[in-house]
């Protein structure tokens, strides 16, 4: 069986190199298959609009003078320490790229940059490289470059002008702090450019106040620039140890920001010293992520004068420095339209990123022929009924649908065949669809709820087998306990020596290999050293998929009930687990703030999906397992594309960690529940909300579609099971070329009307739902006193 091209479990960006030509490719994948890991997304400033500029580009930063040259002597300086080290590394395409772009500053200094001392360099007093403190320069890009920063960016901002940024930006004129911890000198520094301290209180009131005082039309918009601009201002003033003015600045404005900020405040307050920076993951993915808001053209051209007239430098170099200011033309968009999309850690996700196309159609299924089931002809007859219902489950199974023209070609990434024994459950499956109740707001489904009472040692995971006859429940004292939920015990295979006396060749040889001495109702499986977070049956119930505090994911087999592998690529604990609709591959989510694709056979992760700024809380694969959707406390979604590992989709909009998520049968919509309480439906192709639920008090802590899309229950640790008309929901969508492009969203109140039905549990928080192959729903979570 073919695998997807393999890739060792540090790497988690690759920037391909243009020159580099195609990679070869892994016999072991198709050459569709063998793409490259996450490709690092392209500088703000390359896509859309750049922050802060209206269209053209933004200005360079100047460069800090030093003692002994005037700016423009030390931009050339330091490109030509860097054309020095570039070649002193042997990093030949780099420095004649650089090269390149540094023609913009004139043929002489690309020459004189070829030297190995740069000797004869024109336009600098001194002639050669050491006289003006080359060497110094050289010695200072080779340390930026130890620790870990990028050697040099050129960005060209007008014709014949170039601004030449080293290690770390907006820093030339300055030295880099080495005693830092590696990524966070370079992240920091930025903040050495500061104002007076004491006007930073007038500088935020004075935007504030001409914020509020603009027309209604624009106030909307330009109120999202309150939250990113006062934890820039806050951090600045922390991080040049002016701790009275940060602390009156926070205790003046925190209580103006939207309530969703809260808990980022929260972390935010507790930075008082320049210490404490260092190591918060929180400050340093707002430090190195641009905020991102969507601002109509006239709202942003409204700041930009405003701004320049009042001379308020220190915002707009905010503004250009840390926010990406993604411009769209038309009407200005409503408060409620605005609150519907922000509340993540980095604003709103770039209209540019949920742009790819996206093949959310389903696979072709594999065609084979049906037999009729005998019982039910029989059963018919004695009834003295006609065989109406005969022909008509013949063509159940021997259906050929149309392929779907959403759906990705058959051979996109590469799948586990079919064995014998997948389309034998293929066919029972089908059965058991012809009996399917068909549900509605007319006729809602049962739900069966399992308690688990008594459950001491701390229900954390569950999950149930696709044909509802056996659940598991992860636990808190690192326990996986699997149940039979049917009359059929869990049994284990029969030891080596018994099953040589075996015949192979008889009927019922799956039967015999089987020992009934250890026949139980339920299994408890020993191997974690931490709670069980996430659990996950393989389609063909032959495994199953734990994954822990302890950084790891487990494979056991449900026939011997051991522990086959344990994967190891996570260093902290792991949130969740998922295997792939057709077996093989599965996902893994952790605190590391990565996604990991698996397949059974490799030990290694075939694709690190790097992108969230805070834990992957929840994983899914989409039905047609070409695309896998996590969820992250970074209170985003994203869908990322398992062919090649690109994030193809960016949702934001809840105002809390993301718990669950769902996809629809059809591959077309997910709906997704947080800490916030709302459930929100997406439309994958467009890549745009289409609705929200509104009832629960609590997380939504599951969701899940009916067999056949009618009806979405979520379940929530406000003890109840909720049930939603999700054909109402997504009919008539609103999905035209403008609300595409701008995000003009117009999310209908309409909750109430969609909602069928409340189940309260009497004390137990709802942590899974399965809706069974007839349309039955299950429910479970762990009984509790509080």
């Not at 920001?257 to 808990?263: A, I």
């Not at 053209?297 to 990406?324: A, F, G, T």
């Not at 990991?596 to 397992?625: E, K, M």
Request: with cysteine; net charge negative; aromatic share 8%.
């Amino acid at each position: 069986m073919a695998a997807l091209h393999e890739e060792p479990a540090e790497v988690t960006a690759v920037k391909p190199d243009p020159e580099a030509g195609t990679p070869p490719q892994p016999p072991s994948a198709p050459p569709a298959a063998a793409a490259a890991a996450p490709v690092a997304p392209p500088a703000a400033a390359a896509e859309g609009e750049a922050a802060g500029s209206g269209g053209e580009a933004a200005p360079p930063k100047p460069a800090a003078p030093g003692p002994a040259a005037s700016p423009a002597a030390l931009d050339r300086q330091t490109l030509v320490a860097v054309l020095q080290f570039l070649r002193r590394s042997n990093l030949r395409e780099s420095e004649e790229i650089l090269r390149r772009e540094a023609r913009l500053l004139g043929d002489d200094l690309g020459s004189a940059a070829l030297s190995p001392t740069g000797a004869g360099l024109q336009g600098i007093p001194g002639g050669d490289a050491d006289s003006i403190g080359g060497e110094a320069l050289l010695s200072r890009v080779t340390a930026a470059a130890a620790i870990g920063g990028n050697v040099a960016t050129v960005a060209s901002s007008s014709p014949g002008v170039a601004a030449v940024a080293a290690v770390p930006p907006g820093k030339v004129g300055g030295s880099v702090v080495v005693e830092d911890q590696p990524d966070v000198s370079a992240v920091l520094s930025a903040y050495n450019q500061q104002g007076d301290p004491t006007l930073y209180e007038e500088y935020y009131s004075g935007l504030k106040h001409f914020i509020e005082c603009s027309l209604d039309c624009h106030r909307a918009e330009l109120s999202q620039l309150f939250y990113p601009l006062f934890v820039h201002m806050y951090l600045e003033l922390v991080y040049n140890q002016h701790e009275s003015e940060a602390k009156s600045f926070f205790e003046r404005f925190h209580g103006d920001q939207e309530c969703y900020y809260q808990d980022d405040l929260r972390v935010l307050s507790s930075l008082t010293k320049k210490e404490h920076m260092k190591g918060n993951e929180t400050m340093l993915d707002f430090r190195t992520s641009k905020f991102v808001l969507r601002i109509s053209r006239d709202s942003y051209q409204l700041l930009k004068r405003h701004l320049q007239e009042k001379q308020n430098n220190q915002i707009w170099n905010i503004v250009q420095e840390h926010l990406y200011i993604d411009i769209f033309d038309g009407m200005p968009r409503s408060k409620q339209q605005i609150d519907a999309m922000v509340g993540s850690l980095a604003g709103e996700a770039k209209r540019e990123a949920n742009k790819a196309k996206v093949f959310f159609g389903l696979l072709k299924e594999p065609e084979f022929d049906v037999p009729l089931d005998d019982e039910d002809e029989e059963g018919e007859n004695e009834e003295g009924k006609p065989k109406k219902k005969k022909p008509k489950k013949d063509s159940v199974g021997s259906k050929s649908k149309k392929q779907d023209p959403n759906a990705p070609p058959q051979n996109r990434i590469p799948l586990p065949e079919l064995k014998d024994s997948d389309k034998l459950d293929k066919v029972m499956n089908m059965k058991e669809a012809a009996r399917r109740v068909r549900l509605g707001p007319e006729c809602l489904p049962s739900i069966c709820f399992y308690t688990f009472l008594n459950a001491y040692q701390g229900l954390t995971a569950v999950d149930i087998t696709d044909d509802s006859s056996m659940i598991v429940g992860g636990f808190a004292d690192s326990t996986v306990r699997v149940w039979s939920v049917t009359p059929k015990k869990l049994r284990s295979v029969k030891t080596a020596a018994d099953l040589s006396l075996i015949d192979k060749e008889s009927d019922d040889v799956l039967e015999r290999i089987m020992d009934e001495k250890t026949a139980s109702e339920l299994k408890i499986l020993y191997g974690h050293s931490g709670p069980v977070y996430g659990t996950s049956f393989s389609p063909d119930r032959n495994y199953l998929l734990s994954c822990s505090e302890d950084g790891t994911v487990r494979l056991w087999s449900l026939q011997t009930f051991t522990c086959l592998v344990g994967y190891k690529g996570h260093n902290y604990p792991v949130w969740d687990t998922q295997f792939s609709p057709y077996g093989y591959y599965f996902v893994s989510g952790g605190h590391d703030r990565v996604a990991r694709l698996w397949a059974t056979d490799h030990y290694q992760p075939l694709r690190i999906f790097a992108g969230h700024l805070a834990d992957v809380t929840c994983t899914r694969f989409h039905p047609n397992s070409n695309y896998i959707a996590t969820g992250s406390a970074d209170r985003t979604i994203r869908l990322w594309d398992v062919l090649n590992g690109n994030c193809v989709r960016i949702f934001t909009g809840h105002k809390g960690p993301i718990h669950s998520l769902a996809f629809s049968p059809n591959g077309r919509f997910l709906a997704t529940g947080a800490t916030d309480g709302r459930v929100l439906l997406w439309d994958i192709g467009h890549g745009l909300m289409v609705g929200e639920l509104k009832g629960h008090t609590d997380t939504v802590y599951a969701l899940r579609f009916s067999r056949d899309g009618e009806i979405l229950a979520s379940g929530s640790m406000d003890n109840t099971v909720r049930l939603w008309d999700a054909v109402k929901a997504f009919e008539d969508l609103e999905t035209d070329d403008f609300t595409t492009a701008t995000g003009h969203i117009n999310l209908p109140e309409n909750s109430q009307d969609l909602l069928l039905g409340t189940y309260m549990t009497k004390s137990t928080p709802v942590v899974h739902l399965h809706f069974t192959r007839r349309n039955l729903l299950l429910a479970a979570g762990a009984y509790s006193s509080q």
